[in-house]
């Protein structure tokens, strides 16, 4: 199996299960490497209610890296970093400090309107939603900009609610920030919790995939797991997806470094 980069844990406040239990649940699938992504903490308490608290991080750190044994799956240590005004001001240093094999990078607010939190979702129908989706990317654009993440996490996430603009809008305000993902030299995770969301769709779309292959963005994927019958959720799909747009490679990581291998 393609490895599974997006996995939570209880200490992200919203997801449930025992950590090995994920892992269990991965090795029944029989996957040979598996990363534990949380949402990563800060001292500023940025969305506090949907992460892990900066003391606990060392109980996270432990929590993963309790799970290695010689036998698969493999199981990494990384992290989900938001984007948000002065975030670098702790995540340049923080980051750099930690021994993280993976760092997604996600926007998940605009402003203080968290936009795919199901509570806030009427927000959508009193705004411009071709302006928001705009807003979004320009968010990503400077994410990618940081140079401080690894993977572009969930990239069109602002569709999980079916909220989006028109294809012609849409590939006009993505490209720019495509170009600057491809400088940054990050990839691009293929996202299947959008198949458990309203939307019914992969993150990313196939038009924006296509959009990323001419670029020559490398690609991951990664289930969102916030339960262990989650892991690898209908990864088969993602990996047709990644072959029809023109994929024949996808990229691992260890240490933060990118290793290409051959998709099945």
């Known amino acids: 199996m393609i490895p599974d980069y997006h996995i939570h844990t209880i200490l992200c406040k919203h997801a449930k299960g025992d950590i090995g239990d994920y892992r ?17 903490p800060n001292p500023d308490e940025y969305d506090s209610k949907h992460r892990m608290g900066l003391a606990q991080f060392p109980e996270y750190k ?13 199981v990494l240590f990384g992290v989900e970093a938001d984007y948000y005004e002065n975030c670098t001001c ?12 993976l760092v997604i990078g996600s926007v998940h607010y605009i402003e203080n309107w968290g936009f795919d939190n199901p509570n806030e979702r009427s927000v959508w129908d ?26 572009a996490g969930h990239l069109d996430l602002p569709k ?26 990050m990839a691009v995770e293929l996202n299947t919790s959008g198949l ?5 769709e992969i993150y990313p779309s196939a038009m924006l995939l296509s959009l990323a292959y001419e670029r020559e963005i490398p690609i991951c994927f990664g289930s969102d797991a916030h339960l262990p019958g989650e892991v690898g959720y209908r990864f088969e799909e993602a990996l047709n ?16 470094h990118q290793i290409s291998y051959p998709l099945p």
Request: glycine fraction near 2%.
């Open 160 to 185: 999980k609610f079916g909220y989006r603009p028109s294809d012609k809008d849409l590939k006009e305000i993505v490209q720019p920030v495509l170009d600057r993902i491809a400088i940054a030299k």
């Open 241 to 256: 997806l990644a072959k029809d747009v023109g994929y024949t490679h996808a990229v691992r990581f260890s240490g933060r």
């Open 126 to 151: 009193s705004v411009d939603v071709t302006n928001t989706w705009r807003i979004y990317f320009q968010l990503v654009e400077r994410l990618a900009d940081t140079r401080l993440f690894d993977v």
């Open 196 to 200: 458990r969301k309203p939307v019914n």
């Open 90 to 101: 702790f995540l340049e240093d923080w980051l750099a400090e930690q021994p993280l094999d």
């Open 62 to 74: 432990k929590m993963v890296l309790s799970l290695s044994e010689d036998k698969p799956p493999v």
């Open 24 to 40: 269990k649940v991965a090795c029944e699938k029989s996957f040979s490497e598996i990363c534990f992504t949380d949402h990563a």
